[in-house]
Nanobody, 130 residues
Framework: VQLQASGGGLVEAGGSLRLSCEASGFSLDATLDVYSVGWFRQVPGKEREGVSC????????WTADSVKGRFTISRDNAKNAVYLQMNSLSSEDTAVYYCALRRGSMSTALCSRTSAFDIWGQGTLVTVSS
């Protein structure tokens, strides 16, 4: 099972980016597998923090307060991918963004915990210029 994150780059404050996380070796179709997918971010010297998370069953989601109303997680079964749409970006959103997968069921209460996820993508850098 592998995750490939992409879509990062340099954007001006107030702009938007959409990150993609493509899965291989695992189906993100909720009719086939039970899982949770999360997006995390990390800046140098700080712990990796949860940004948003989606459970396959019931399509329930969780979003961190710091990005609520600006970031949206979504899924495309046909492309076997999960996305993070990021709007109204600020310099505080600058970080390396990672997608992660938890195979099996999980409460959204665990979405912010890196230890809850067992497969990680390689990260994609988002830089927001002010």
């Amino acid at each position: 099972v592998q995750l490939q994150a992409s879509g990062g780059g340099l954007v001006e404050a107030g702009g938007s980016l959409r990150l993609s996380c493509e899965a291989s070796g695992f189906s993100l179709d909720a009719t086939l597998d039970v899982y949770s997918v999360g997006w995390f971010r990390q800046v140098p010297g700080k712990e990796r923090e949860g940004v948003s998370c989606m459970r396959s069953s019931l399509d329930t989601t969780w979003t961190a307060d710091s990005v609520k109303g600006r970031f949206t997680i979504s899924r495309d079964n046909a492309k076997n991918a999960v996305y993070l749409q990021m709007n109204s970006l600020s310099s505080e959103d600058t970080a390396v963004y990672y997608c992660a997968l938890r195979r099996g069921s999980m409460s959204t209460a665990l979405c912010s915990r890196t230890s809850a996820f067992d497969i990680w993508g390689q990260g994609t850098l988002v830089t927001v210029s002010s």
